[in-house]
């Protein structure tokens, strides 16, 4: 083994520990070494043989090393009824936002419920690399976040870093923490080039100035710049806004933000600054109004609501299979629009009465979906930034216009390329016809048959070609998952719980 692969397997053994909550001690215990052994282990220090690996992995009931390992695929065995009861996790997009918000707190943040995704776990690399201590706490996903007293934003974990777009906002909260900082450009979801000047538009009134150079951030802060006037924000995006807030939350004097996305995740942020002592008036408007505090030291509990995406695809997966399921703890104040649409389109539901989530905040019910012959809108299908239709719940229309009676146009004028992504339902025999980037006629209702498909590179979009799956008729594969992990947890296992027949696998 070169010193390279050593490093990569150390990391790699690192990560895992850490997944697992055990520290190096606990982990020498299990495989009756010292403590000394695994620190060499984990930087690369140690020849290992393959009986080491496979004890190191058992302990940590991870595939470290597998044989011939690439990626992971899906099997899909349909067409698919589904029934029982499932409930909606945490939100993907709170979470996240918490991750970077936890980095304004110098004391103990600890999250209820973290959604335990491939986007949290770059996340968690890339903090651990700046000193924070992150533990997974139990089962629950409860994740415990303590800071160093000063964050080594020299080491950033450069590898994680681009295999996520949420790094961006550590601008907000890093801002206060030094004076000059580099961060790795962002990666995610390949959806065209997504612009970060309105990121630096709302941070500019902070004293940020960042020049992109050579693949990274290069950011320089001017402490004797101040917001003078209420900051406008150019685009209406919810981790645009989140870094206004982020970077207003350790700003002493009281900052307003105008055109203030009011979308769920920035609610949970704002439900979480509250906690941490920030005054915070507006939310679930477009402007809000926040008072800072020049320090936050405190030990903060926080248990993020339910995401409304994951409700969605949830209602999708239904909708298409036209099963009777019941979806617990669904945020319907980011369903209601899309609940209204359905209902024009024909679907049947129950809907219990209101009970609040685990922040004391957001309102959840519990939804019964009917099986129901859909027909096509009157409209065309559009998403708008909150209260409108969710920019993330439009791909889920592709699949349920599919099934409809009818011609749909479905209109994704947000993302330059993702509407394209939708003819991929074509493959399995649907009727979508892409009129431009961002335009696509679809026609129904569709008889799906099973058939074999790359995922793509989108992370809604790769959910509804397997939402299809479940629906078709015979055997399909959808391979290179990957992107689905990104954002959902467990959910063909989920799914299978509710009656799906979905096997991963991988090639020999």
Known sequence: MTEGYKGRIGNLIRD???????????????????????????????????????????????????????PTHLRVSGPTTLSGSIDVKTSKNAGVALLCASLLNRGRTTLRKVARIEEVN??????????????????????????????????????????????????????????????PYAGGCNLGTRTVEPHMSALRPFGLEVKATDGSYHANVNRAIEPGRPIVLTERGDSVTENALMAAALHPGT?????ASSNYMVQDLCFFLRKLGVEV?????????????????????????????????????????????????????????????????????????????RNGCTRLVDLTTKPSELHAPLDKIHPMPFPGLNIDNLPFFAVIAAVAEGQTLLHD?????????????????????????????????????????VCPPALRPAVVILLAMLAAKGTSVLRSTYVIHRGYEDLAERLNLLGANIEPFRDI
Not at 29 to 57: D, P, V, Y
Not at 137 to 166: F, H, M, Q, V, Y
Not at 423 to 435: C, E, I, P, R, S
């Open 281 to 357: 008036e507006g939310v679930g408007t477009t402007t809000l109004t926040v008072t800072g505090r020049s320090t936050i030291d405190v030990d903060v509990d926080y248990a993020p609501s339910e995401d409304p995406i994951e409700a969605m695809s949830l209602l999708a997966a239904a909708i298409v299979t036209k099963s009777e399921i019941t979806i617990r703890r669904a945020p319907i104040e980011f369903l209601e629009l899309e609940l209204a649409l359905l209902e024009e389109m024909g679907f049947q539901y129950h809907r219990s009465e209101e009970y609040a989530a």
């Open 122 to 183: 770059r996340l968690l690399e890339v903090l651990g690399s700046l000193g924070v201590h992150t533990k997974w706490l139990n089962d629950d996903n409860d994740l415990e976040i303590i800071p160093p007293k000063d964050l080594d934003l020299g080491n950033i974990d450069e590898a994680a870093a681009r295999r996520t777009r949420s790094v961006i906002m550590f601008l907000g909260p890093l801002l206060h923490r030094a004076d000059t900082f580099e961060l």
């Open 413 to 453: 004028w947000v993302y330059e390329n993702r509407a394209i992504y939708f003819t991929d339902l074509n493959k399995l025999g649907a009727q979508v016809k892409l009129l431009d980037p961002h335009r696509v006629m679809i026609e129904g209702p569709t008889s799906f048959t099973g058939t074999e498909i």
């Open 16 to 70: 895992a520990r850490k997944h697992r909550g055990l520290t190096q001690h606990q982990l020498a215990e299990l495989l009756a070494t010292s403590q000394s052994a695994i620190n060499r282990i984990e930087k690369g220090h140690q020849n290992l043989s393959l009986e080491m690996l496979a004890r190191i992995g058992a302990a940590l009931d991870s595939e470290i090393v597998a044989l011939g390992a690439g």
């Open 255 to 259: 900052t307003v933000i105008r055109n």
